[in-house]
C-alpha cells in the first residue's frame, strides 16, 4: 500500500485570526506586520490584500503604497500560538504521525487511515471541515504519496484548496509546474535556470543527474533531480537534517552605530539561548544576516566543534562576524542573528579537557532561563534596560514569540 | 635567462613548489615558482604566504637571470614530457620550456621576479641540527590531534617547546591531547614556546629522509627547517596554547593492556554501526575482558569481545573511537595501555612499556 502524506497550511492564518476576532474585518483588505510609516515588513495579509499585490515580505511602506485603505494591525503571536495549537490538536485527532513545520503549516502521514476516514480525498475533505466548524480557520490541503510533493501540492489552490495527485501521478504533476513553484529552488537558482535556459519543471526533469550535479554542485543537483521525478528530495524528513533557530529585527532608522548593533546581538544572543535551551537543543553553528538601506542581504556564519555554552559566546562570535563582515557602511537595516544545525541536548556529550571561564556566567544564565520558564518574569542585561536595542522592530512574526511593539490607533 | 636541465630532478622540486602553493589562480604572484638561474645552479621559491620554500639544484646556466612562473601549468608540463634533457629560456618576460629531443614547445605566462615577495629569513647561528628520524618521530605522534576549529586558532597547530633535556610537542583539539618528550643530547640553545602550523609539519615528513639532521630555527614569527638542499619555513600562530600540563593526570588507579593490532581490528568492525554524528564507542571492562560496542540504534548493534589484562572493577567507558583510533595508528609498539581513575575523567593511552610519548583522551557520556 503506498503512503498517503498530507501537507496542510492555514490560509492567510495571522489574518484570518485577526478576522475572526474581529467581524467587521471580514472581507476588508487586513495587512499583519510592522506599523506603516515605520519600518519592518509584511507578515501575512489577508486575500483581499492580495489582490493589491501585497504579500509576504515585503516592505510596509510599499504595502502601504499599495492600498493605504487596508487595516494594518500588528503581530499578536501569542494570540495565533494558541489558535495553532488548537489547530494541530485537531490534525493529531486524524492520524497520529504530525509533525509541525511551523506555526501555520504540518505534515500529516495519512497512511493506513483508510478503514477510519475513508479514501485521502474524503478524509482531506473531512479535516477541512472539522478545523472551520471548530475553529473558523480555513485550511489548504495537499495530498500525495510523499511529502515534497504534498507541500507543493496544498500551495497549488488556496484559499480553502484541496489538491490530490494520486500515486503513480507525481512526475507527470510536476512536469506541469512552472519552476517558480518548485520548492526549495530559491532566488538564486531560478536565477541559473534563465541563465541556462532551463524554462519549465519539464526541461529539469529531462537532464540526467550527472548533469543537473554538473551544473548545481552535486547536493543540489540530487536535489532538482529528484524533485523535478515527484520525488521527495529528503529536506522533510521528520527529524530536518539542518534545523536552525533564528530572530532578526528590523531598525525604525537606518543603523550606523556599532554599538546598536551589538546591543541588538545580545539582546538576541539572550532571546535565542532562551529558546533554544527552552525547547532542548545545542548548537555548534551561529549565523548573523545583515539587510543593507539599499536591500542587499547578507549572511555570515561561523562554526566551531563545540557546542555553544552560554549567550556570552554566542554573543561573542557574533560581534566577530559582524566586525569581518561589516565596516560601518552601508547603513544597516535589518539584522538577525541566528543558529544552524541545532541538535539534541540528549545526544551523547563529548567531554572538554579544559575547564572553561565562562561555567559561571552559564549557570547564571540558566539560572534567569528557570525564573523566566516558571513565568515569574524576565531578567535582563544591564546593557539592555534601556530600550533595548534602540527602536528595532521584531519584523518577522512567525519568528517572534511576543506581540509587536506598536498599539493600534 | 637560459637553462638546461634533467628534466625529472626539475619536475621534482616544482612538484614540491606546487604543494606549497596550493592555489591555482593564475592571477597572483603566490601562484608563481620563482625561478632564478646562477652559474651552474637554479635556485627555485615558492610561497602560499605562510608557508615557504627554497632550494637548488644543478642546471647548466647559459645565461643567468630570474623570473616566476605560473606554477600549476609547468607542472604539468614537465608531468607530460618524457625523461630526458629539458631546455628553458627566457626572453622578454616569455618563457619557453621544450625538451631537447622533441618538436614540442611550451609557452607560459610569467610575472617580473620583482614581484615576488621576499621570504622570511633566519640568521645562520640561531639553527640547530637535531636527527631527522626523532623529528619525523615528533611530528608523527602529535600532528593529528591539532584542532581545525578555527574559533581556537591557537590550538590550529603543534605546540613546540624545548625542555631541559630534549623537545616537546603537544597538540590538542580541547578533547584529546597527544604529547610527546624527545631528549636531545646535544646542546640546544633557548627559544621561546611556538605554536607551528600543521602545514609545514606533513611537508617535512613527507620531503625530509629519515636519515641525517635536520636544522631548525625559531625567530619571532617564524620557524625554518633545512634538510638537504631545501629550507622551508612557515609563519608561527600567535596566540596562547591552554595550559596542557594542568589537564595531564599524574597518575590513574586502573589500567587495561590489550594488543594494539587486535584493538584497531575490532574498533573498525564495531565503528561500522557507530553514530557518525556522535562518533560513541563502549568499552565495557569486566574481568579479563574488553566488550567493544556500539550504540544501538535502529539500523543496528555491533559487539566485540578482546582478552584483556585488566583486574579491577567492572566498568563502562564512553569514548570517541576516532580519538583511540588516531593515535594506536600513531603507535608502533605491540601492546597499549588504556588507563584511568573513572569513567567520566580523562583517560591516558600510552604504549607498553610506556616511552616518551602518551594521548589524553577525554570520555564522553556513558549514559
Redesign the interface.
Given at each position: 500500500m503506498s503512503r498517503v502524506a498530507f501537507h496542510v497550511d492555514l490560509d492567510a492564518f495571522f489574518a484570518s485570526v485577526e478576522q475572526l476576532d474581529n467581524p467587521r474585518l471580514c472581507g476588508q483588505p487586513v495587512v499583519v506586520g510592522a506599523a506603516p510609516g515605520r519600518r519592518g515588513v509584511v507578515s501575512t495579509c489577508s486575500y483581499e490584500a492580495r489582490a493589491y499585490g501585497i504579500h509576504s515580505a515585503m516592505p510596509i511602506a510599499e504595502a502601504y503604497r499599495r492600498c493605504p485603505e487596508a487595516v494594518f494591525l500588528p503581530v499578536r503571536m501569542s494570540r495565533y500560538a494558541e489558535m495553532s495549537e488548537r489547530v494541530m490538536a485537531i490534525f493529531s485527532e486524524f492520524s497520529p504521525e504530525l509533525c509541525q513545520v511551523s506555526i501555520d503549516e504540518a505534515f500529516l502521514d495519512m497512511s493506513g487511515t483508510e478503514r477510519l476516514f475513508g479514501p485521502p480525498a474524503e478524509a482531506a475533505a473531512a479535516l477541512k471541515a472539522a478545523v472551520r466548524a471548530r475553529t473558523g480557520l480555513g485550511i489548504s490541503v495537499g495530498v500525495a504519496t510523499n511529502r515534497y510533493v504534498a507541500k507543493i501540492a496544498s500551495g497549488l489552490k488556496k484559499p480553502d484548496g484541496l489538491v490530490v495527485v494520486e500515486p503513480g501521478r507525481e512526475a507527470e504533476f510536476m512536469r506541469a509546474l512552472p519552476l517558480s513553484k518548485l520548492w526549495g529552488a530559491g532566488g538564486k537558482t531560478q536565477e541559473r535556470f534563465a541563465e541556462l535556459g532551463i524554462r519549465s519543471v519539464a526541461d529539469l526533469a529531462d537532464m540526467s543527474e550527472l548533469s543537473l550535479a554538473s551544473l548545481f554542485g552535486r547536493a543540489g543537483g540530487r536535489f532538482l533531480y529528484e524533485a523535478s521525478h515527484g520525488r521527495d528530495p529528503g529536506i522533510f524528513r521528520a527529524e530536518a537534517e539542518s534545523r536552525s533557530m533564528s530572530a532578526e529585527r528590523t531598525f525604525e532608522r537606518d543603523v550606523l552605530s556599532r554599538e546598536t548593533l551589538e546591543s541588538l546581538l545580545l539582546e538576541l544572543a539572550d532571546e535565542l539561548c532562551y529558546r533554544l535551551w527552552k525547547e532542548g537543543y545545542v548548537s555548534r553553528c551561529v549565523f548573523i544576516k545583515l539587510r543593507f538601506e539599499d536591500f542587499t542581504t547578507i549572511t555570515r556564519r561561523l562554526s566551531r566543534d563545540e557546542c555553544y555554552r552560554c549567550a556570552s559566546e554566542v554573543f561573542h562570535d557574533a560581534c566577530g562576524l559582524l566586525a569581518a563582515s561589516w565596516d560601518g557602511r552601508p547603513a544597516v537595516r535589518l539584522l538577525g542573528l541566528g543558529f544552524g544545525g541545532l541538535e539534541s541536548a540528549l545526544n551523547a556529550r563529548q567531554g572538554e579537557l579544559f575547564a572553561h571561564g565562562d561555567e559561571r556566567k552559564r549557570r547564571a544564565e540558566e539560572a534567569v532561563f528557570e525564573i523566566a520558564r516558571r513565568g515569574r518574569g524576565r531578567l535582563t542585561r544591564a546593557r539592555l534596560v534601556r530600550g533595548g536595542a534602540h527602536g528595532a522592530e521584531r519584523s518577522d512574526g512567525a519568528d517572534g514569540s511576543e506581540e509587536g511593539r506598536w498599539r493600534r490607533g | 635567462m637560459k637553462f638546461t636541465c634533467e628534466k625529472n630532478a626539475f619536475a621534482r622540486e616544482i612538484s614540491f613548489a606546487q604543494e606549497v602553493i596550493a592555489s591555482k589562480n593564475a592571477l597572483s604572484i603566490m601562484s608563481n615558482v620563482l625561478l632564478e638561474a646562477e652559474e651552474g645552479t637554479l635556485v627555485l621559491k615558492a610561497t602560499d604566504i605562510k608557508v615557504s620554500f627554497e632550494t637548488r639544484i644543478p642546471v647548466e646556466t647559459a645565461e643567468p637571470g630570474a623570473i616566476t612562473v605560473f606554477c600549476d601549468k609547468l607542472s604539468g608540463i614537465l608531468a607530460s614530457i618524457p625523461e630526458g634533457d629539458i631546455e628553458v629560456t627566457e626572453d622578454n618576460g616569455k618563457v619557453v620550456v621544450k625538451p631537447t629531443f622533441k618538436k614540442v614547445r611550451f609557452q607560459i605566462k610569467t610575472i617580473a621576479s620583482e614581484k615576488f615577495p621576499e621570504l622570511p629569513a633566519a640568521a645562520e647561528d640561531i639553527f640547530f641540527s637535531i636527527p631527522a628520524k626523532i623529528l619525523k618521530d615528533m611530528i608523527e605522534q602529535v600532528v593529528f590531534a591539532v584542532?581545525?576549529?578555527?574559533?581556537?586558532y591557537f590550538m590550529n597547530g603543534v605546540y613546540f617547546e624545548r625542555a631541559d633535556d630534549g623537545l616537546v610537542m603537544v597538540a590538542?583539539?580541547?578533547?584529546?591531547?597527544a604529547y610527546i618528550h624527545k631528549q636531545i643530547n646535544t646542546e640546544l640553545p633557548r627559544f621561546k614556546s611556538v605554536i607551528i602550523p600543521p602545514k609545514v609539519l606533513s611537508l617535512v615528513m613527507k620531503r625530509a629522509p629519515d636519515e641525517g639532521l635536520i636544522a631548525i630555527a625559531v625567530t619571532e614569527k617564524n620557524i625554518f627547517f633545512r634538510f638537504g638542499s631545501y629550507l622551508v619555513s612557515s609563519v608561527l600562530i600567535e596566540g596562547q596554547f591552554?595550559?596542557y600540563q594542568k589537564?595531564i593526570p599524574e597518575h590513574q588507579q586502573s589500567s587495561i593492556m590489550v594488543k594494539r593490532s587486535e584493538l584497531i581490528e575490532a574498533l573498525k568492525r564495531v565503528s561500522i554501526f557507530i553514530?557518525q554524528?556522535?562518533n560513541?564507542a563502549f568499552f565495557n571492562l569486566s574481568g579479563g575482558t574488553l566488550l567493544l560496542s556500539s550504540?544501538e540504534s535502529e539500523l543496528g548493534t555491533a559487539r566485540e569481545e578482546l582478552p584483556c589484562r585488566y583486574d579491577g572493577p567492572d566498568v563502562r567507558l564512553?569514548l570517541?573511537h576516532k580519538y583511540i583510533e588516531e593515535p594506536l595508528k600513531a603507535i608502533q609498539e605491540e601492546s597499549v595501555l588504556i588507563e584511568f581513575t573513572e569513567p567520566?575523567r580523562?583517560i591516558t593511552l600510552s604504549p607498553d612499556p610506556k616511552g616518551d610519548f602518551f594521548h589524553?583522551v577525554?570520555?564522553?557520556?556513558a549514559d
Amino acid at each position: 500500500m503506498s503512503r498517503v502524506a498530507f501537507h496542510v497550511d492555514l490560509d492567510a492564518f495571522f489574518a484570518s485570526v485577526e478576522q475572526l476576532d474581529n467581524p467587521r474585518l471580514c472581507g476588508q483588505p487586513v495587512v499583519v506586520g510592522a506599523a506603516p510609516g515605520r519600518r519592518g515588513v509584511v507578515s501575512t495579509c489577508s486575500y483581499e490584500a492580495r489582490a493589491y499585490g501585497i504579500h509576504s515580505a515585503m516592505p510596509i511602506a510599499e504595502a502601504y503604497r499599495r492600498c493605504p485603505e487596508a487595516v494594518f494591525l500588528p503581530v499578536r503571536m501569542s494570540r495565533y500560538a494558541e489558535m495553532s495549537e488548537r489547530v494541530m490538536a485537531i490534525f493529531s485527532e486524524f492520524s497520529p504521525e504530525l509533525c509541525q513545520v511551523s506555526i501555520d503549516e504540518a505534515f500529516l502521514d495519512m497512511s493506513g487511515t483508510e478503514r477510519l476516514f475513508g479514501p485521502p480525498a474524503e478524509a482531506a475533505a473531512a479535516l477541512k471541515a472539522a478545523v472551520r466548524a471548530r475553529t473558523g480557520l480555513g485550511i489548504s490541503v495537499g495530498v500525495a504519496t510523499n511529502r515534497y510533493v504534498a507541500k507543493i501540492a496544498s500551495g497549488l489552490k488556496k484559499p480553502d484548496g484541496l489538491v490530490v495527485v494520486e500515486p503513480g501521478r507525481e512526475a507527470e504533476f510536476m512536469r506541469a509546474l512552472p519552476l517558480s513553484k518548485l520548492w526549495g529552488a530559491g532566488g538564486k537558482t531560478q536565477e541559473r535556470f534563465a541563465e541556462l535556459g532551463i524554462r519549465s519543471v519539464a526541461d529539469l526533469a529531462d537532464m540526467s543527474e550527472l548533469s543537473l550535479a554538473s551544473l548545481f554542485g552535486r547536493a543540489g543537483g540530487r536535489f532538482l533531480y529528484e524533485a523535478s521525478h515527484g520525488r521527495d528530495p529528503g529536506i522533510f524528513r521528520a527529524e530536518a537534517e539542518s534545523r536552525s533557530m533564528s530572530a532578526e529585527r528590523t531598525f525604525e532608522r537606518d543603523v550606523l552605530s556599532r554599538e546598536t548593533l551589538e546591543s541588538l546581538l545580545l539582546e538576541l544572543a539572550d532571546e535565542l539561548c532562551y529558546r533554544l535551551w527552552k525547547e532542548g537543543y545545542v548548537s555548534r553553528c551561529v549565523f548573523i544576516k545583515l539587510r543593507f538601506e539599499d536591500f542587499t542581504t547578507i549572511t555570515r556564519r561561523l562554526s566551531r566543534d563545540e557546542c555553544y555554552r552560554c549567550a556570552s559566546e554566542v554573543f561573542h562570535d557574533a560581534c566577530g562576524l559582524l566586525a569581518a563582515s561589516w565596516d560601518g557602511r552601508p547603513a544597516v537595516r535589518l539584522l538577525g542573528l541566528g543558529f544552524g544545525g541545532l541538535e539534541s541536548a540528549l545526544n551523547a556529550r563529548q567531554g572538554e579537557l579544559f575547564a572553561h571561564g565562562d561555567e559561571r556566567k552559564r549557570r547564571a544564565e540558566e539560572a534567569v532561563f528557570e525564573i523566566a520558564r516558571r513565568g515569574r518574569g524576565r531578567l535582563t542585561r544591564a546593557r539592555l534596560v534601556r530600550g533595548g536595542a534602540h527602536g528595532a522592530e521584531r519584523s518577522d512574526g512567525a519568528d517572534g514569540s511576543e506581540e509587536g511593539r506598536w498599539r493600534r490607533g | 635567462m637560459k637553462f638546461t636541465c634533467e628534466k625529472n630532478a626539475f619536475a621534482r622540486e616544482i612538484s614540491f613548489a606546487q604543494e606549497v602553493i596550493a592555489s591555482k589562480n593564475a592571477l597572483s604572484i603566490m601562484s608563481n615558482v620563482l625561478l632564478e638561474a646562477e652559474e651552474g645552479t637554479l635556485v627555485l621559491k615558492a610561497t602560499d604566504i605562510k608557508v615557504s620554500f627554497e632550494t637548488r639544484i644543478p642546471v647548466e646556466t647559459a645565461e643567468p637571470g630570474a623570473i616566476t612562473v605560473f606554477c600549476d601549468k609547468l607542472s604539468g608540463i614537465l608531468a607530460s614530457i618524457p625523461e630526458g634533457d629539458i631546455e628553458v629560456t627566457e626572453d622578454n618576460g616569455k618563457v619557453v620550456v621544450k625538451p631537447t629531443f622533441k618538436k614540442v614547445r611550451f609557452q607560459i605566462k610569467t610575472i617580473a621576479s620583482e614581484k615576488f615577495p621576499e621570504l622570511p629569513a633566519a640568521a645562520e647561528d640561531i639553527f640547530f641540527s637535531i636527527p631527522a628520524k626523532i623529528l619525523k618521530d615528533m611530528i608523527e605522534q602529535v600532528v593529528f590531534a591539532v584542532s581545525e576549529d578555527e574559533t581556537r586558532y591557537f590550538m590550529n597547530g603543534v605546540y613546540f617547546e624545548r625542555a631541559d633535556d630534549g623537545l616537546v610537542m603537544v597538540a590538542t583539539d580541547g578533547r584529546r591531547l597527544a604529547y610527546i618528550h624527545k631528549q636531545i643530547n646535544t646542546e640546544l640553545p633557548r627559544f621561546k614556546s611556538v605554536i607551528i602550523p600543521p602545514k609545514v609539519l606533513s611537508l617535512v615528513m613527507k620531503r625530509a629522509p629519515d636519515e641525517g639532521l635536520i636544522a631548525i630555527a625559531v625567530t619571532e614569527k617564524n620557524i625554518f627547517f633545512r634538510f638537504g638542499s631545501y629550507l622551508v619555513s612557515s609563519v608561527l600562530i600567535e596566540g596562547q596554547f591552554p595550559n596542557y600540563q594542568k589537564v595531564i593526570p599524574e597518575h590513574q588507579q586502573s589500567s587495561i593492556m590489550v594488543k594494539r593490532s587486535e584493538l584497531i581490528e575490532a574498533l573498525k568492525r564495531v565503528s561500522i554501526f557507530i553514530d557518525q554524528k556522535s562518533n560513541r564507542a563502549f568499552f565495557n571492562l569486566s574481568g579479563g575482558t574488553l566488550l567493544l560496542s556500539s550504540d544501538e540504534s535502529e539500523l543496528g548493534t555491533a559487539r566485540e569481545e578482546l582478552p584483556c589484562r585488566y583486574d579491577g572493577p567492572d566498568v563502562r567507558l564512553a569514548l570517541n573511537h576516532k580519538y583511540i583510533e588516531e593515535p594506536l595508528k600513531a603507535i608502533q609498539e605491540e601492546s597499549v595501555l588504556i588507563e584511568f581513575t573513572e569513567p567520566s575523567r580523562a583517560i591516558t593511552l600510552s604504549p607498553d612499556p610506556k616511552g616518551d610519548f602518551f594521548h589524553i583522551v577525554m570520555p564522553m557520556q556513558a549514559d
